[in-house]
């Protein structure tokens, strides 16, 4: 049998979708983001939404999540994206509108826009990548980064009394009355990843029931940040992330 | 038909908004420019036209919803004051950087710092050299009177879309705050979301139907010749705007030995001490530069052989008076005569500062 006479539809068993696009990533092995954005695009595909939707990259690893999609993208400054998805999802109302955030852009810098776009209940949909650090500068502590551990700004481990607590800007978020789901996921197993397609395609489905925020929070792995194996990234995610960061719906009204 | 009104400068810059077809207005309170939006919110325009008016948290999400509105295709703009513009730089940088069409009103005051809500003209540098980082410039257009503030929000747009560039309009709080009569136009409908696609549909983010690539807004360029480019298409887009849309306007020019060079509230301060001067034989006229960028070079330029001296004033230490200097390159005197802290100089004390420079 020839490789032609298998590659037929009738034998296709899983397929990536359309919405991707064919670059090649420019994620290290072993990084979330690269897993979010495919669970992103099958939602958008599945939705049959390719046409109505607008994207807003961050400023941080996942600026360029806009060279991987075949939608419409924004390119926000550092934290501003809850304020360009504002103001798109106000002026196109019918639109999805969603940003993709790193835990320096939303939890740092952006504090104040997505707090208040929150609050506010824009009808948009929030993906917060949090992976405890700086990925894109080059591993530098972030609000999300754990007691004791190692970045290049915390070379002798994150001190509370210099650096304060791992901000848990999810439950923060969850209390204000502008948002109506709110979850933290991972995508670390196919497991995982199925769970955080399901929240993903729920908080599209709410941005146009003008039911409020919609909030994901994935807790993430980088292995080049944290300097281990994406196996040991993995590991230690489960180990030492989840017991601060807890997966689960938060809120769902 | 067109309406007379009665009306303060800031009010009309909300009716100009709204008139001109006007999407989306994002702002935050600061004097003395607050009545931008509270005329904006007192009018309700969406109910009437479906134009968007939100209070934003800072004037840093105020920019940046304007980043997201501009990148839609949509009418979009901001107002603020000169704290409020320091902090929205980062955000202008970025919609130069991308080539989005937008209109910011900047109603000056004194500064640095807290500084004072009295009217000043200290941010003529931060406005027409850029203000925010990179090489990038912003129309800048000069209102001298009410009518004007209403106009140039029309005239703003259009240039912005003409040349997908953000315009500034920059006044201050004495032309902000007068009451004078504006004349105003019929209302013209804002597009349908139909009309943005197919007008601007080849850049704009409207939704990526099946018929034509994704768009992406961005102003990141890592590739060092495709960010040379990126930068050498901006500027060739700026010498085109200093070549086509320089505005300004004189008085008393053609036989004048002498000129002032002002910009709005000053200019009307100037206009009198013009005419104080005339009554007394000096040949006296004004330059008044409508657009700050692009700069009336060319009629500095053009002036200069009939000219013994030219004398900038405005309300600050001196800031337009270097771009005089600029295009006169030595060929005539340049001299200066400013007021701070939102003192405004009489017609006679611009006179006196004149004469003392050139007269003595
Ligand atoms: C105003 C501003 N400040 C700082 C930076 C530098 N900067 C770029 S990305 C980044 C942090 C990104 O970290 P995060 O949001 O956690 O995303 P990640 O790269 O980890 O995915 C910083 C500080 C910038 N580009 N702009």
New binding site residues.
């Given amino acids: 049998m020839d490789i032609k006479d298998i590659i037929k539809p009738e034998n296709i068993v899983y397929q990536k979708t359309k919405v991707l696009t064919n670059k090649v990533m420019h994620y290290c092995p072993g990084c979330s983001?690269g897993t979010v954005h495919k669970l992103i695009a099958e939602v958008i595909d599945e939705m049959d939404i390719q046409d109505k939707t607008i994207g807003i990259t961050?400023?941080?690893?996942?600026v360029f999540g806009y060279n991987y999609m075949h939608i419409d993208w924004q390119q926000a400054?550092?934290g501003r994206a809850p304020a360009l998805a504002t103001a798109t999802k106000r002026l196109y109302p019918d639109k999805y509108v969603f940003t993709y955030?790193?835990?320096?852009?939303?939890a740092s810098?952006g504090t104040a826009e997505i707090m208040h776009a929150c609050n506010r209940g824009e009808n948009i949909v929030v993906i917060f990548?949090n992976?405890a650090?700086?990925?894109?500068?080059g591993g530098?502590m972030?609000p999300t980064t754990l007691i004791g551990m190692v970045t290049s700004t915390t070379p002798y481990g994150r001190q509370v009394d210099l650096n304060g607590y791992p901000l848990k800007i999810t439950e923060l978020i969850a209390q204000l009355e502008g948002t109506c789901y709110v979850t933290r996921q991972s995508v670390q197993t196919a497991v995982a990843a199925r769970k955080t397609k399901k929240a993903i395609r729920k908080a599209f489905e709410n941005s146009n029931q003008k039911k409020g925020t919609s909030f994901i929070e994935v807790v993430s792995s980088?292995n080049s940040?944290w300097k281990v194996s994406p196996v040991q990234a993995n590991e230690w995610m489960e180990e030492n992330m989840f017991p601060v960061y807890p997966l689960g719906d938060i809120k769902d009204r | 038909m067109t309406e007379k009104v009665l009306k303060k400068g800031n009010e009309v810059i909300a009716l100009g908004a709204i008139h001109c077809g006007c999407d989306g207005y994002f702002g935050y309170p600061i004097t003395p420019q607050s009545e931008i939006m509270e005329t904006l919110m007192e009018e309700k325009p969406w109910e009437t036209t479906g134009m968007v008016v939100l209070q934003a948290e800072s004037e840093i999400a105020s920019i940046n919803m304007v980043h997201g509105g501009a990148c839609c295709g949509k009418k979009v703009m901001t107002s603020s004051s000169s704290p409020g513009m320091s902090l929205m730089c980062?955000g202008l940088s970025y919609l130069a950087g991308s080539e989005l069409p937008c209109v910011l009103v900047n109603v000056v005051r004194g500064g640095p710092g807290l500084g004072t809500i009295q009217p000043s003209q200290g941010d003529y540098f931060q406005a027409v050299k850029g203000g925010g980082h990179g090489d990038y410039r912003v129309i800048v257009l000069a209102p001298f009177s009410a009518q004007e503030m209403y106009d140039f929000v029309w005239l703003g747009f259009d240039l912005a879309f003409k040349y997908r560039t953000p315009v500034l309009i920059l006044t201050d709080g004495m032309i902000g705050q007068m009451m004078e009569k504006v004349e105003l136009r019929p209302q013209k409908p804002r597009l349908s979301d139909q009309e943005v696609a197919e007008l601007y549909g080849s850049w704009a983010t409207t939704g990526k139907p099946t018929t034509r690539q994704e768009n992406i807004i961005t102003s990141l360029a890592l590739e060092a010749r495709v960010h040379e480019a990126l930068n050498q298409k901006l500027q060739a887009k700026y010498r085109v705007i200093e070549e086509s849309e320089v505005r300004f306007e004189t008085l008393q020019c053609e036989d004048a030995d002498y000129i002032l060079v002002a910009y709005g509230s000053m200019a009307r301060i100037c206009e009198s001490a013009v005419e104080l001067a005339r009554s007394q034989g000096i040949k006296l006229g004004l330059l008044r530069p409508i657009t700050l960028f692009p700069f009336p070079v060319k009629e500095i330029e053009r002036m200069i052989p009939q000219l013994k001296g030219i004398m900038s004033v405005e309300l600050s230490t001196g800031q337009m008076v270097e771009d005089i200097r600029l295009a006169v390159s030595g060929k005539v005197p340049v001299t200066f005569y400013g007021r701070l802290g939102g003192v405004i100089p009489t017609p006679q004390e611009v006179l006196d500062a004149f004469k003392t420079n050139y007269m003595k």
Avoid: F, K, R
């Fill in positions: 983001h961050p400023v941080g690893c996942a400054a550092h955030q790193g835990d320096g852009d939303l810098i990548i992976n650090i700086y990925g894109m500068t530098q972030a980088c940040g | 980062e």
